[in-house]
Structure formats: C-alpha cells, structure tokens
C-alpha cells in the first residue's frame, strides 16, 4: 500500500519524462472530476445536494480565509496528537512489559485479546455516557482504541528480537539496561513503528466518527456532520478533502521519515 | 499439557477473574450511579434478556445483513478490479492514483454526505460498508496479483496451459495469500463501518443503533451486552470463518505456514 502513489509516479529520467508522469497521475482525477462536473450541471440533481466542483472549491477557500476551516483542522489535530500520544506511550509500555516478563504477558494478554476485536466506535457511546459530551471523551477513545495496535505490534517485535543477539550482547558484558537500550529497542522497533502507524491510522478514523458523536464544538467530524443540518454538500465534501489531504500526510510525512531516518538507516528494513 | 500451558492459562483465568472482581466491586460500591456503571449480574441478565425476547438476534441480524450486503458488493468490484489492475498497466495507471486519493478518507467521513443523498436506513449503512471493505480487498488483490512468481507463469505456458488455465490454474492460487488477508481486513474494516453507520444514521434496528439508542436512556447495561455481541460475531468471524477459510485453501495448499511454527 505504501508504494501506491509512488508506483504510479515512475523514476523521472529528464523533465519530459516527469510531466507525462505527473499527467498520467491526473488524468483519472480530470475524468472522474469532469464527469461530476456534467452531472452537476446537468441539474439531475438538487444543486444543494450535488453541488458544482466550482461552489466546492469556492466554499474551501471562504472557509479558509474565514478562519473557520483551519480552526477545525487545529482542534482535530490536537485531539488526535493528544490522544495518539497518550496511546503510543502506554501502549509501547505495556507492549514492552509484555514481550519482557512472562508474568505480565501471561495476565494482559486475555484482556487485550478480549478488547481488540470490538470495533472502536462501538465503545463511543459508553465513553459518553462515563466521561460527558466533549472533548474528553474524544481523546479517551481514541487514545483506548489506537493502543491496541501498538501493544500487539511491539509485543510481537520484542519476541522476535533474536535470541543470539541478547546472547552475544549478554556476553560481551552488556547489563540490563544496555541491553534494552541497544539491543531490545532497536531490535523491536521495526515492529513497534509498524504499531505506530496502525494505531495511527485507526485513530485518525476512530476520531473523524467520534467527533460526529460527541458533539464537540470545534473538529472536521462535526463539521461535516454538523453541515448536514443545513444540507451544505459543499462544505462537507471540503471537509472530505481536508481530512483526506491530512490522512494522506499523516503517512507520508510522517511515518515515511520516522521509518527513514531510525530503521532504514540502520539497515533493517530497505 | 505442560505444567507451563496450565500456569499461562491459571494467569490468564486469574487476571480476567481479578478484573471482574475489582469492576464488580466498583460497581457496588456506589462510588458512582449505577445506570453508569451496572454489575455484572445486571449485564448478563439484560444479554439474556435481550436474547430471549428475540431483540439482540433481531439487531444482530439486520447489523449482519448489512455487512454481507455491503461486503459482497466490496468484493464483487474490488476483485476483479483488483486482478484488472495487477494484470493490465492501463487500468493499474487510472485506478491506483484515485483509489490512493479516497482510501485515507475514513469510510465515516462519508455519513453525513451519503445521508443526504440517500436518506436515513439501510442504504447508507451498506454503502458505507462497501466504501469500507472495497480499498483493502481491491489493494491487496492488486499486490497479489502482481506477486505472482513469473517463473510459474512461464512454466505454466511452456507446459502450454492457455490463458484461461494459467488464470485459473497459476494466477487465483497464487495470489490467493493476499486475497484471503484482504477478506479479513475487509470485514474488520467493515465492521468497525457498520457500527459507526448505524449509530449516525438510525435505522431502528442494528447493534450499533442499539449501543447509542442506549445512551439516551442512560441504560449502560444495554450497551455492555451490545458490545458484547458485537465483539463475539467478530471475534467469530476472524476465528472460524476466515481461519478455516485459510485452512481450507492457502495452509492445505502449503503456500503460507501456519503461524504456530
């Protein structure tokens, strides 16, 4: 999945080469938009309803200059970063202890194996209904649900560190904390990264229907959610552009460099 | 069964034993309301309940029929699509860049626009399922496909099988690793959608409405009985449809190991 985008743009060899490949990425997109486009004019259907890539792109930017858009994306962002980050802490944590000790591993993992397969958004309710409408409950849910990849994935990276290597540091005098420090971490962090960016993307989904459900002020969820009240099509499908744009960052930008600049350098993954 | 078996499975009992037990405990003590947070008795009465006056099956049922449908729709386009696209460059260069553009929009962000175009009820809900389903079962038929050993493909030809064999015979088996992992994301993708769908856009029937239906009259036992369903038919689901799906195609065929190595 990750070689999605750059499969279809092909290694540019000189500027010729590059902007076919740029226009073989767009033309779907021109096909796709120009036969919203006839349908929108054509008037098949209530303009409100579906509304001309025009208006779309004309609501975008009042939304933006208005400063209302970007409010929305900051809460968002906010809410994920707070909620993600409560999870990779907790969840590399008790990922860690699990693959470390027998004892922990032996007690957690029934309760995680019972918790993981209900979908996140069924818990939304229940947390609404213990922490309040809000922002709280928010980042709770998504911090709960985007724990469960990484736990899983950073268990499963410390069992795979290979045995020879705890030996051989074992034996060359290295004590307990260099061990995890320099072998353990590093050995698991191909793993623990892929936990990440599972968890990562579970809690970008989790929050997007969470904001729905919550009724908090400010948040793209609820902006498109909130839109339906007042049939705004347009600023619901701006909204999808936005939360698309950020997910697709989100990987890239993110993770591709996290990934780049620690396991790939290292030389354990290409 | 060895004396570590029996001590991992004496913990495991003993930590979801000592969990119950300390929630059972909060719960009486009346620390908080107990519309909030009801005992364990409660929510297991309430499940059986529900089960018996025929409700849970009923919510079950139409939350089921919502997957199946929107599923079977998801693999229906997102498999043959998926194998056009491995085999053909022309479709892999107009597909792949638009579904690289939808996937990262969660399948929730979509509610509030499907809603008004279709109304509340169960088209949304089955839409929303397919929207769910179709990028992961397209995207890994995709890879699949292209992963196909082309050693095995031109073996296959030199022993002169004809295209129609060769998909068949080489093709399907070999990329079937990768459609079976792409069912089973498929469904836990639409899982989570079906839910999401159905508390957003209320269809009177369905777990998902139940749990958040649930929430209005502050019956929290209804919801932990909900959740509890629905973590079963999906725990069910991932175990014994798709693992004996993989043991009966890809394991029996030796072409991935079973995970207990």
């Not at chain 1, 933006?64 to 906010?78: E, F, K, Q, R």
């Not at chain 2, 939350?63 to 460059?89: D, F, H, Q, S, W």
């Not at chain 2, 498929?186 to 159905?198: K, N, Q, S, T």
Request: charged share 15%; hydrophobic share 60%; glycine share 10%.
């Amino acid at each position: 999945m990750a070689d999605a985008l750059s499969a279809s743009a092909a290694p540019a060899t000189d500027i010729g080469e590059r902007w076919r490949a740029i226009a073989r990425t767009a033309c779907p997109f021109v096909v796709v938009g120009g036969a919203w486009e006839i349908v929108a004019h054509l008037g098949l259907f209530p303009p409100r309803l579906f509304p001309t890539l025009e208006d779309v792109a004309a609501t975008f930017v009042h939304l933006t200059v208005t400063g209302i858009l970007p409010h929305h994306v900051l809460d968002t962002l906010i809410r994920l970063t707070v909620g993600f980050a409560l999870a990779g802490v907790a969840g590399v944590a008790l990922g860690i202890a699990m693959g470390r000790s027998r004892l922990v591993e032996d007690l957690a993992l029934p309760l995680v194996s019972i918790g993981a397969p209900i979908p996140g958004i069924a818990y939304a309710p229940l947390f609404l209904l213990w922490f309040g409408l809000g922002s709280v409950s928010a980042v709770l849910l998504v911090a709960f649900v985007s724990a469960f990849p990484i736990v899983f994935n950073t268990w499963t990276g410390v069992k795979a560190v290979k045995e020879i290597w705890v030996r051989s540091a074992q034996a060359m005098g290295a004590d307990q904390r260099r061990l995890f420090a320099k072998v353990i971490l590093p050995g698991a962090l191909p793993y623990i990264l892929t936990g990440l960016r599972l968890g990562l993307a579970q809690a970008w989904r989790i929050l997007v229907g969470v904001e729905m459900l919550a009724a908090v002020p400010w948040g793209l969820g609820w902006l498109i959610f909130g839109a339906r009240e007042f049939l705004a099509t347009d600023v619901m499908l701006a909204g999808i552009v936005v939360i698309a744009i950020l997910g697709l960052a989100l990987e890239k930008l993110v993770f591709a460099r996290l990934e780049r600049f620690t396991v790939v350098r290292w030389g354990m993954m290409t | 069964m060895t004396t570590e078996r029996r001590q991992r499975i004496v913990r495991g009992a003993l930590s979801l034993v000592a969990v119950a037990a300390l929630y059972e405990a909060v719960a009486r003590s009346g620390a908080f309301p107990a519309v909030l947070l009801p005992t364990l008795p409660v929510v297991a009465r309430t499940l059986v309940a529900s089960c018996a006056d025929g409700t849970m099956p009923m919510h079950a049922f139409y939350t089921l029929e919502r997957v199946l449908i929107g599923g079977a729709l998801a693999v229906a386009v997102g498999l043959p699509l998926g194998i056009l696209m491995g085999r053909y460059r022309a479709v892999e260069g107009f597909f792949l860049p638009l579904a690289s553009a939808l996937m990262p929009i969660p399948s929730l962000a979509w509610v509030p626009v499907f809603i008004l175009w279709f109304g509340l009820g169960n088209t949304v809900a089955i839409l929303i399922v397919f929207y769910a389903a179709l990028f992961p079962m397209l995207l890994n038929t995709w890879s699949g496909v292209r992963s196909v050993n082309p050693l095995w493909l031109r073996a296959a030809g030199a022993m002169g099988a004809d295209e129609t064999a060769l998909f068949w015979k080489v093709m399907i088996p070999a990329s079937s690793p990768f459609i079976i992992t792409g069912l089973r994301q498929a469904f836990l993708r639409a899982w989570i959608a079906v839910v999401g769908a159905e508390m957003l856009a209320a269809s009177d029937w369905g777990l998902g409405w139940v749990i958040f239906d649930a929430k209005e009259f502050l019956n929290a036992d209804v919801m932990l009985a909900s959740l509890a369903v629905i973590g079963a038919i999906g725990f069910a689901f991932e175990r014994l449809a798709f693992g004996s799906l993989e043991r009966a195609t890809v394991l029996r065929w030796g072409m991935v190991r079973s995970a207990k190595g």
